[in-house]
């Protein structure tokens, strides 16, 4: 099953590292309460993907309603790194919107 899933799992691999280095990169912004809520996005972005690979590695049933609902977690990431002017925050929104693309694909 892992083959069949091998683009996917990049994917959900490269949001993972896309949203935690813009976690962390807002942390060090001069405005840090500016970026409070794209900071909890990407947190939970990061997380929803990591479980999402992880199901799809176990072959788990839940595969098309766990894609479902990280493509809208990682649809409101996106929608919020837009906001921000930042390279990090830019390229994340890039990242998540191309993941949000693909769940919504696998949860079809």
Known sequence: MHRIYANELETLHDCVETCNYCLESCLEE???KMMVDCIRLDR???AMCAFLAEAMT???AFVPELARACAVVCKACAQECEKHKHEHCQECARVC???ASMCDRLAA
Do not use: G, N, T
């Open 30 to 32: 001069k405005d840090v």
């Open 58 to 60: 176990r072959d788990s």
């Open 44 to 46: 939970e972005c990061a």
């Open 97 to 99: 919107f191309e993941c």
